[in-house]
């Protein structure tokens, strides 16, 4: 073991180490808070002067308890502090943790200006061996191939200035059972003491196993084949839904009978389209590096396809319904109930929500939309205020569509909520969150995702 990497181990398991949080945003932050909480003074980076200076009042902008309960507190202490500047951040740290978005641009093609940027930057910014860790999503060879090249001008050198570890992110955001400290963690460094330095650090804040792999690109692949593997997975069951609702089957009761199979098969439910920020675009990143190397990704091609026709789907089975009732979607007044892409958050990036919105708009049906978390969102230029409840959003409309899985709309009284809309009321449960005999029981015509 060299010196630099001997130094540094004793740095960790003393909690002497400094750590330096780059990019303050669903994972940064979190990550700051189970640094500090572990005993490392953490100092964040971010460019928005806003989320830095809530953080330095101890203000959590994130939907995360567990960062809500202990930010404010390691803020007051001088635990955690935050700044704009990634010079004054990562000169004085020993660990440099990189969270910065990777987005799709607008050819749907990774965007790693922000990783490259970082890269570059940090070069500049070296006093002293550090340990950098990359948590931003990627393909594989993104660390070795991208980041550490450019990590490498000024004359910066492994082993002797940096060691480089590659570790994703598996945070679910808005997961009550798993957070931060308890997912396992993946690492994989450039070298072994890269490695071991990595796997020494999340060891010491996290409270779940840590898993050492043979290089940054494994740990990349692990990343994009766990993404992969959900995108597919939810086009499949998305696909026999739309089979089974036309074959007059209840294909959700046999997904659920599936389950209890006690292995070789992993429960996953169809809905009105994938939302969120990671699983509709990860799979894009290795369809990328795919098609570098000369492949086709065949099955995420087609998945896309499949999770692209949900919500048309939906709108049109939607349309018919109504037409059977008499009624057309242009004349006919529509609630939707959820925004936010998935139960219990308030985020609505790529919500199935907003394109049920859009398709709802292009049929001219007049729109009510309802969200306990979510105030309004704007789609093609149109502002959607939410109501201000169930009851409010659904009086005199002709059919509801429950679109986010939100525990509230569980308990909400269809009777009353059938009660307030027009005559022969439509629900159409695109998450299976109520039965058909409740629904019908309280008057209305019954819709279901996977359900005939
Ligand atoms: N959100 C999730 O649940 C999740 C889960 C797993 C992995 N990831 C991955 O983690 C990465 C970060 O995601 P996120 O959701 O935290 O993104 P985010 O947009 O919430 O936060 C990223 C932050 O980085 C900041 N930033 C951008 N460039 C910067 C720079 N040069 N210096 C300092 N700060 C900079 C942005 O201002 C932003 O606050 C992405 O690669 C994402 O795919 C996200």
Same mark, same amino acid.
């Given at each position: 073991?060299?010196?630099?990497?001997?130094?540094?181990?004793?740095?960790?398991?003393?909690?002497?180490?400094?750590?330096?949080?780059?990019?303050?945003?669903?994972?940064?932050?979190?990550?700051?808070?189970?640094?500090?909480?572990?005993?490392?003074?953490?100092?964040?980076?971010?460019?928005?002067?806003?989320?830095?200076?809530?953080?330095?009042?101890?203000?959590?902008?994130?939907?995360?308890?567990?960062?809500?309960?202990?930010?404010?507190?390691? +803020?007051?202490? %001088? &635990?955690? #502090?935050?700044? $704009?500047?990634?010079?004054?951040?990562? /000169?004085?740290?020993?660990? !440099?943790?990189?969270?910065?978005?990777?987005?799709?641009?607008?050819?749907?093609?990774?965007?790693?200006?922000?990783?490259?940027?970082?890269?570059?930057?940090?070069?500049?910014?070296?006093?002293?061996?550090?340990?950098?860790?990359?948590?931003?999503?990627?393909?594989?060879?993104?660390?070795?191939?991208?980041?550490?090249?450019?990590?490498?001008?000024?004359?910066?050198?492994?082993?002797?200035?940096?060691?480089?570890?590659?570790?994703?992110?598996?945070?679910?955001?808005g997961n009550a059972k798993f957070g931060v400290?308890?997912?396992?963690?993946?690492?994989?460094?450039?070298?072994?003491?890269?490695?071991?330095?990595?796997?020494?650090?999340?060891?010491?804040?996290?409270?779940?196993?840590? +898993?050492?792999? %043979? &290089?940054? #690109?494994?740990? $990349?692949?692990?990343?994009?084949?766990? /993404?992969?593997?959900?995108? !597919?997975?939810?086009?499949?069951?998305?696909?026999?839904?739309?089979?089974?609702?036309?074959?007059?089957?209840?294909?959700?009761?046999?997904?659920?009978?599936?389950?209890?199979?006690?292995?070789?098969?992993?429960?996953?439910?169809?809905?009105?389209?994938?939302?969120?920020?990671?699983?509709?675009?990860?799979?894009?990143?290795?369809?990328?590096?795919?098609?570098?190397?000369?492949?086709?990704?065949?099955?995420?091609?087609?998945?896309?396809?499949?999770?692209?026709?949900?919500?048309?789907?939906?709108?049109?089975?939607l349309a018919t319904a109504l037409k059977t009732?008499?009624?057309?979607?242009?004349?006919?007044?529509?609630?939707?109930?959820?925004?936010?892409?998935?139960?219990?958050?308030?985020?609505?990036?790529? &919500?199935? #929500?907003?394109?049920?919105?859009?398709?709802?708009?292009?049929?001219?049906?007049?729109?009510?939309?309802?969200?306990?978390?979510?105030?309004?969102?704007?789609?093609?230029?149109?502002?959607?205020?939410?109501?201000?409840?169930?009851?409010?959003?659904?009086?005199?409309?002709?059919?509801?569509?429950?679109?986010?899985?939100?525990?509230?709309?569980?308990?909400v009284d269809l009777s009353k909520m059938s009660?307030?809309?027009?005559?022969?009321?439509?629900?159409?449960?695109?998450?299976?969150?109520?039965?058909?005999?409740?629904?019908?029981?309280?008057?209305?015509?019954?819709?279901?995702?996977?359900?005939?």
């Amino acid at each position: 073991m060299n010196e630099n990497t001997a130094v540094l181990l004793d740095k960790i398991r003393s909690k002497t180490a400094k750590v330096c949080v780059v990019g303050l945003g669903y994972v940064g932050v979190p990550l700051a808070v189970a640094s500090a909480q572990a005993g490392f003074r953490v100092i964040g980076v971010d460019l928005e002067k806003d989320k830095v200076s809530m953080i330095n009042k101890g203000v959590c902008y994130v939907e995360d308890a567990y960062s809500e309960k202990h930010l404010p507190e390691l +803020v007051r202490t %001088g &635990s955690i #502090s935050a700044t $704009e500047s990634l010079s004054e951040g990562a /000169n004085g740290s020993d660990i !440099v943790i990189v969270c910065v978005p990777t987005p799709l641009n607008e050819k749907g093609e990774p965007d790693l200006s922000f990783l490259r940027s970082v890269a570059r930057d940090l070069s500049k910014n070296f006093s002293g061996f550090k340990l950098v860790i990359v948590e931003s999503t990627s393909f594989p060879g993104t660390t070795t191939d991208i980041f550490q090249p450019l990590l490498e001008r000024n004359g910066r050198k492994p082993d002797r200035d940096f060691a480089l570890v590659y570790s994703p992110e598996r945070i679910d955001y808005g997961n009550a059972k798993f957070g931060v400290r308890n997912i396992p963690k993946v690492v994989g460094g450039i070298n072994d003491e890269s490695t071991q330095l990595g796997a020494e650090f999340y060891k010491a804040i996290l409270d779940a196993p840590v +898993v050492t792999v %043979g &290089s940054p #690109s494994v740990a $990349e692949a692990t990343k994009m084949l766990e /993404n992969i593997f959900r995108y !597919v997975n939810i086009a499949l069951v998305n696909e026999l839904a739309v089979l089974h609702e036309a074959l007059g089957v209840d294909f959700i009761e046999a997904i659920n009978a599936a389950a209890t199979k006690p292995f070789g098969f992993m429960p996953h439910y169809p809905g009105p389209g994938v939302g969120g920020h990671c699983i509709p675009k990860d799979p894009f990143y290795l369809v990328f590096k795919a098609k570098q190397a000369g492949f086709a990704l065949r099955l995420v091609s087609a998945s896309k396809a499949v999770n692209k026709t949900m919500p048309v789907h939906t709108i049109e089975r939607l349309a018919t319904a109504l037409k059977t009732g008499k009624k057309n979607i242009t004349d006919s007044t529509v609630t939707i109930w959820g925004l936010a892409y998935k139960g219990e958050v308030k985020d609505t990036r790529r &919500s199935p #929500s907003l394109e049920l919105l859009k398709l709802l708009k292009q049929s001219r049906a007049k729109i009510r939309v309802f969200d306990p978390y979510v105030p309004r969102v704007t789609v093609g230029g149109k502002v959607y205020e939410s109501s201000s409840s169930e009851a409010e959003s659904v009086r005199d409309a002709d059919a509801l569509i429950i679109a986010t899985a939100h525990s509230a709309f569980r308990g909400v009284d269809l009777s009353k909520m059938s009660g307030l809309m027009r005559d022969r009321p439509i629900l159409y449960d695109t998450r299976n969150l109520r039965n058909r005999k409740e629904c019908e029981e309280a008057g209305f015509t019954y819709l279901a995702t996977g359900r005939p």
